[in-house]
Every structure is written in C-alpha cells, then in structure tokens.
C-alpha cells in the first residue's frame, strides 16, 4: 500500500486510478465485503437517480436534483453515521437518504408533487429534505444542542453546498455551533457550481479553511473517494460524540449533471472541464480497486447491475401509479387556522377549475 503525502490538503485514501494509500490521521481499515457494499449502494444510487431524471424527462415528475458525480461524497458519509445519529439534508442527498434506509419513491413523491415529504424522520433518524439552502444546518445545530443537553450518546450531521456557504444561515449556524460545543458535524458537497456560480466566484480560498475563523476544525476531503469520506465523517462524528464540539468536512467533488433537470449547464461551463473529472468517477475507481486487488469478480458486478435494474422498474412503476394529490391541497396548511385571503383564493381556483371541467365535460383535467 502507498503512502499519501502526509502535507497533502486533501485526504484521499484512493486515487483515481483506484490505488489504495494511507493517511496517517485518518486510518481506515475495511473488509472486502465492505468495500463491495459500497460498490453496490453508489452503483443502485446512480441507477435510481438516472431513471428519475429520465422520469422526469417523461412528465412524470415535475423537477429532480441529480445527484451524479456525487456518490461517493453521500455513500461515504452517510455510511459513517451510526443508527442513533440524526441527519439533516438539503434537497440532493439521496445516496445518503439510501444509507438510511428510505425507499427512492419516498424522494421521488415530493419531487412528483405527491407528498409534501414522503417520510416519518424520526424512522430512520433522516430528516424531510430542505429545499431552501442554508437553513438545514442551523436546523441541525440546534438538534444538536438539544442532543448536548440531554446527555445522549449521539452526533448530527447536516449537509450543505458551496452555494449555501455564502448564505447568512451557515455562519449563524457555526457561531451557535462553536459556543455550545455542539455535536455537529457539518459536511459541505462542494461541487463546485452553485447552479451557474462557480465556488472561485465565491472564496478564493478551500471552504474547508472557514471553519478557523469560529475556532473548530475543518478538513479538505477527496469527494470522489468514498473510503476518504468514510474515515473523514467516522472520525469526526466519534470526535462530536466524545463532547469534542462541531467540525466541518469539505467534500470536494463535481457534480456532473445539471443543478437540477430545469437547468441547462451547458450555458456556463466548459464539456473540457466535465471530461476531466469523468476521468475521476467515483464508482469507477472503486472497480478498479475492488478488481484489480482481487475483491469481487464480474459475477458480483453483474449481479449489483440486475439489480440496479429491478430497482429502476421498482421506481419506474412506482412513480407512474402514484395518485395525484387533490389541487386544494395548495390552500390546506397555510396557517394553523382559517384565513379569509386563502379562503378567497381556494374559491378563485374551485371557480377556474369548475370552468375548466365545464369546457371539456367528462375529460380529465391535468395541471401539469
């Protein structure tokens, strides 16, 4: 096994080439059928997350935030977690949502318009997605210092992107974090584009370094290395539980589709830059690892492939039998009792939708 530069910025476990090396801070020891699981939760994340674009792309859903390129920065990270531990996303961490146990379809019914979340948090410990940036992580600090106050034996992790770093959330956040002494773990996907804003428009220096201006450490990881992403967020989850206080991971990745299927990336970044990090997929080089070192063979791959496809028809059908959710359901839930402005509007619409029935009687009326 090599050795990684012991000054190297970025913790990398495994090069692209698919090498394994060695950190003297961050050990990581693993066994092969970890390794292989692994494989198989980026491989299925990858799947699923490709067929709800391509749903997406059929009128099936009305947006989806792909999380490609991303896989290993989630799978690593959510895997560190313990069961106990408590996880507040943004709006893409669907790898880490399968680490937890959630089905895709429970993801996909929010981005459908069927749900307005999908899932109980306090199941799995995995909380509703956030889709305002920033927000999650105080949301979390604060959890966490419930967590501090109750003496439970238990981290937060909460995740965010280079985006949401410049947002006011994040640094209230931190303050709050530092001074408790929270058990935090703040993990920031740098994907380097805030939809059309490349992160050097942003800082000038690794996000990873802001954490020193609030006095709690912060680390630089390889985001395309899920064993890095694994010890990294192990290591600082076990340092938040020994009452350690809060610290920040930079997971530096790409992320390879669109911000999100509305978005056309084409319009501000270069296909150069696209196929130089293709060259570092995550999954890829963990294949390369896992075949080159003699750890799984093509039958493993081919069986973690058939069963990317059962899961695809499992989404596929899923989301095409998914009901439509009653329109009034926009005016439910506004306020914890009855508003005449919202009353006013629900008759507007019942009023425009009566019209609209009545210019095509016995059709079926579609808002999409």
């Not at 020891?29 to 391509?54: H, K, N, P, Q, V």
């Not at 089905?103 to 109980?120: A, I, V």
């Not at 914890?336 to 619409?349: C, K, L, S, Y």
Request: aromatic content about 10%.
């Amino acid at each position: 096994m090599e050795k990684a530069p012991v000054d190297a910025e970025m913790i990398q476990l495994l090069t692209p080439e698919g090498k394994r090396v060695e950190h003297p801070d961050y050990p990581l020891e693993i066994t092969s059928e970890d390794l292989r699981g692994l494989y198989r939760d980026m491989a299925l994340t990858r799947r699923f997350d490709t067929e709800a674009t391509a749903l997406q792309r059929q009128g099936e859903l009305g947006l989806w935030a792909s999380l490609l390129g991303q896989e290993a920065a989630q799978i690593g990270s959510g895997r560190a977690t313990r069961q106990e531990d408590y996880i507040f996303p943004c709006y893409r961490e669907h790898g880490v949502a399968w680490t937890r146990g959630i089905d895709p379809l429970q993801l996909m019914g929010l981005y459908r318009g069927s749900s307005n979340g999908g899932w109980d948090p306090n199941e799995n410990n995995f909380h509703l997605y956030t889709l305002v940036i920033g927000p999650p992580l105080l949301h979390a600090t604060g959890y966490a210092m419930g967590v501090m106050r109750d003496g439970a034996d238990m981290a937060v992790l909460s995740y965010f992107g280079d985006g949401a770093s410049s947002q006011g959330d994040v640094a209230e956040a931190f303050t709050f974090a530092t001074v408790n002494n929270a058990p935090v773990v703040f993990f920031c996907q740098n994907n380097q584009y805030a939809i059309s804003t490349p992160t050097r428009r942003q800082t000038q220096h690794p996000i990873s370094r802001r954490s020193a201006g609030w006095g709690f450490p912060g680390v630089r990881v390889d985001g395309n290395d899920v064993l890095a992403c694994l010890a990294v967020t192990r290591y600082a989850l076990d340092r938040a539980r020994r009452g350690e206080g809060p610290m920040l991971i930079e997971a530096f990745t790409y992320r390879m589709a669109p911000h999100a299927t509305s978005d056309d990336p084409t319009r501000y970044r270069d296909e150069a830059e696209r196929a130089a990090w293709q060259r570092k997929d995550p999954i890829e080089r963990l294949h390369r690892y896992l075949t080159e070192s003699g750890q799984a063979d093509e039958a493993f791959f081919d069986a973690v492939a058939d069963e990317g496809e059962k899961l695809a028809h499992h989404v596929r059908e899923g989301v095409r039998a998914m009901p439509d959710p009653p329109l009034t359901d926009l005016f439910d839930h506004v306020y914890a009792e009855e508003h005449a402005v919202v009353e006013e509007e629900r008759a507007e619409f019942l009023a425009f939708q009566a019209s609209l029935e009545a210019e095509n009687p016995g059709g079926t009326t579609r808002y999409r």
